[in-house]
């Protein structure tokens, strides 16, 4: 198969865990191309060898696919000597069925990269790569923690204490009080002292909703499932401190995040490790929203426009902006209004997608002009004097600066 060529001197790179197979084709005297086949290993002497030998060669261009986590450790290391690089995604270079090995897939990897038809994926700057291992894992103890939350709600249910029946959050301070206190062996009576005032059910309502038959191995799960609960929420506020002090640096596009509705400042944080802070890399905010995998599927036949199902993409950032525009939707700004429009016609789970997609692409331009975010549907200037007002006037009364009356 005959390419125009892009790139003369073109290496590609088939990422396996223990083994990285290189095809290197480039020109030789007479214009002929000359491909050159080495196999290297996966440690680091290996790697350095790798970089060595691409050098040796004065490569236009290093090809290589996302395979796994496989391929960022061989990135890392050619990028710190220097050397262009670019990651494919592994859909968009099919090999030729039939003809499947680790040569064929470095020479076809460094054919196409040859002719220029590779456009190479997103990749984040290494400092927020390292941060990314930390949000991430983050997520990962979060779901565990509500995995292990559920558990207790279920063993409480077992044993006929129906507290979260009357209660919002059965992890909050007064029913984990609560809660404590039966585990510890102690009666309705004794948990209910501990309810504090803040509860709307009364205290008819509680005493009824505590009164069980735990037993010593309900006890005995109960408290080993609250010592789990309270470990992983200290590792987890562990892992939010470390994230937002390698952050640092990226304090004001973090201010510039927390502006939009729904969005706190560890959302903030895990979605800027994902997506960074040059949006220069997605082009426009359709690309963006592309890459996320948030945008509705493009798939055209005869005229007709078949399946419109979201493509996979990055769910680390789906998932952060689907828990924002969840707390996005109960407040009052515009993307309120959106999400109800569209539930009404679309569904509940569509909408938020929906309103997804539109907070990403608020915060590509908020990140592209570095501004912070504003509502057209919010008098913000009310606002302030609504929140002020009272500290206002109570100042004035208290220096008799009011302005007399006539």
């Not at 223990?18 to 007479?30: F, G, N, P, R």
Request: charged content about 30%.
């Amino acid at each position: 198969m005959d390419f125009e060529v892009i790139f003369p001197n073109v290496v590609g790179l088939d990422v396996h865990s223990d083994q990285i197979t290189a095809c290197a084709i480039s020109v030789k005297a007479d214009g002929q191309p000359e491909s050159k086949f080495k196999v290297f290993g996966a440690t680091k002497r290996e790697r350095r060898k790798l970089s060595a030998w691409v050098r040796q060669l004065k490569a236009d261009l290093v090809v290589m696919e996302s395979t796994g986590v496989y391929w960022k450790s061989v990135y890392r290391a050619l990028e710190r000597a220097g050397i262009k690089l670019s990651v494919v995604n592994a859909r968009h270079i099919k090999n030729v069925p039939g003809r499947k090995t680790d040569m064929t897939d470095s020479l076809w990897l460094a054919m196409l990269g040859r002719a220029g038809l590779l456009r190479g994926s997103f990749v984040v700057s290494a400092d927020l790569d390292a941060l990314r291992l930390i949000s991430r894992q983050r997520q990962k103890l979060t779901g565990l923690l509500t995995s292990e939350k559920n558990r207790f709600h279920k063993v409480l249910a077992d044993s006929g204490v129906r507290l979260s029946c009357v209660v919002s959050d059965l992890h909050g301070q007064a029913a984990r009080r609560m809660s404590n206190s039966l585990i510890e062996g102690g009666g309705a009576e004794d948990a209910l002292a501990l309810s504090g005032q803040r509860l709307k059910a009364s205290q008819d309502q509680l005493k009824e909703a505590l009164e069980g038959e735990l037993t010593e191995a309900h006890r005995f799960v109960l408290r080993e499932i609250m010592d789990h609960i309270l470990e992983l929420e200290e590792r987890i506020h562990r892992f939010d401190e470390e994230l937002l002090r390698g952050l640092a640096p990226y304090n004001w596009a973090l201010a510039l995040l927390q502006t939009i509705p729904g969005i706190d400042v560890i959302s903030a944080a895990m979605l800027l490790v994902e997506i960074g802070v040059d949006m220069d890399a997605f082009g426009d905010s359709a690309h963006l929203a592309s890459w996320a995998g948030l945008c509705p599927g493009n798939h055209e036949s005869a005229g007709k426009r078949k399946s419109g199902r979201t493509r996979k993409g990055n769910r680390w950032v789906r998932r952060v902006l689907c828990e924002a525009a969840n707390a996005a939707r109960r407040t009052s700004c515009m993307l309120r209004d959106k999400f109800q429009t569209l539930a009404i016609r679309r569904g509940r789970k569509r909408a938020i997608m929906a309103l997804s997609h539109k907070m990403l692409k608020i915060i590509f331009v908020m990140l592209k002009r570095k501004e912070p975010y504003r509502d057209t549907t919010v008098n913000y200037e009310e606002l302030m004097v609504k929140r002020n007002a009272p500290r206002w006037i109570s100042a004035l009364l208290r220096y008799n600066l009011l302005p007399k009356t006539a």
